[in-house]
Every structure is written in C-alpha cells, then in structure tokens.
C-alpha cells in the first residue's frame, strides 16, 4: 500500500489485536457495522493465531468498537492496544515508508508483541526521535524489532553509537 496525503487521513487511529484463533479476526471484522468509519489495514495469519489492525479516521468510533470487542473475546484476545491520536511516522514506518535522515545513533527495541511495538512507535515519534525500521517477524516465535535514531526513550533499548558507514548504508540513508 503507498501512502498518498489523500489516504493518510484514514489513519487518525488504530485498533491492533493479536488473537490466539486466525478466525477471531474475522469474527471481529464480521462485527463491525456498515455505517461506521472504521477499514481493515491488516489481517494476517501468525503462528499463534492471527493479527488484525483496524483504521478510521474517527477516534471516537473505533475507540468505542475496540473496547467493545476486548470486552467480548476474552478467550482468544492475546494483546490489544487502541492509539487514538496516531501520528502518521508511525503508519509510513509499519508499511517501510519512511525515510530516516542524519543517523547519529541507533537503539533497537526488541518485542514479542505487535501491540508493544506499535505503542512504543508511537511513543517514539511524539518524542521527535526518527522511527528508521519496523519490522514484524511473522516466524514460530512472533517478534518486532523497532529501530530508531535521537534521543533514546527508555532503557528498554540497546544503542548503537556512531553506527559506520556499513550499518548507515544498510538502512539507505546515505547522502
């Protein structure tokens, strides 16, 4: 999917829920009502289950879905979050949009979570440090892997001072 500034209005928020059943994702899917403001972005099968991710450009109507659904599944709901006021680095870094500049240093988050890792995206471009790789590994064990540049969030990664030439290139941010 590319990103024009037309279809980056869909993403005012997002709902992410990780299920332990493939078929959750289309229950919940199933679920939502015609009239409201609320898209599929992602439903993917994982070796636990499934993921789904839902869009809309109305807050209020997703938030109100999304409580409604962690409210009925709790059975096959693994993780869930719910980030209402998104910001949009986070979207283009999820789908390899981005395109990080000036690197100084690097910090790797490692989760075994989507929902963790969307919520620290999220953290980290509202701190105005630069989401430069999101990766979901879809695998026996599910893992993402964020890595950013600036200021360091949290001790919950590991940074990587003056990354050289080689480890700049790998990420094509070379001038």
């Not at 493939?22 to 993917?44: H, P």
């Not at 994982?46 to 109100?64: Q, R, V």
């Not at 910090?107 to 999220?122: G, I, V």
């Amino acid at each position: 999917m590319i990103l024009s500034e037309k279809s980056l209005n869909l993403f005012n928020s997002l709902a992410v829920y990780e299920f332990s059943k493939y078929s959750s994702c289309f229950e919940v899917m199933n679920s939502i009502n015609e009239t409201a403001l609320i898209e599929v972005f992602e439903v993917s099968p994982t070796p636990n289950g499934g993921i789904l991710i839902l869009a809309s450009s109305n807050s209020e109507d997703l938030d109100l879905f999304y409580h409604s659904i962690v409210g009925k599944m709790p059975e096959t709901l693994i993780h869930s979050c719910f980030l209402k006021s998104l910001n949009i680095e986070v979207v283009k870094a999820y789908l390899s949009q981005n395109s990080p500049e000036n690197i100084s240093n690097l910090h790797f988050f490692e989760t075994n979570t989507l929902c963790e890792a969307f919520l620290y995206c999220q953290k980290i471009a509202e701190s105005g440090s630069h989401i430069v790789d999101f990766r979901v590994i879809r695998s026996i064990h599910n893992r993402s892997i964020i890595i950013y540049s600036g200021d360091v969030i949290d001790q919950k990664s590991k940074t990587l001072n003056s990354p050289s030439l080689r480890v700049r290139s790998y990420f094509e941010v070379l001038k």
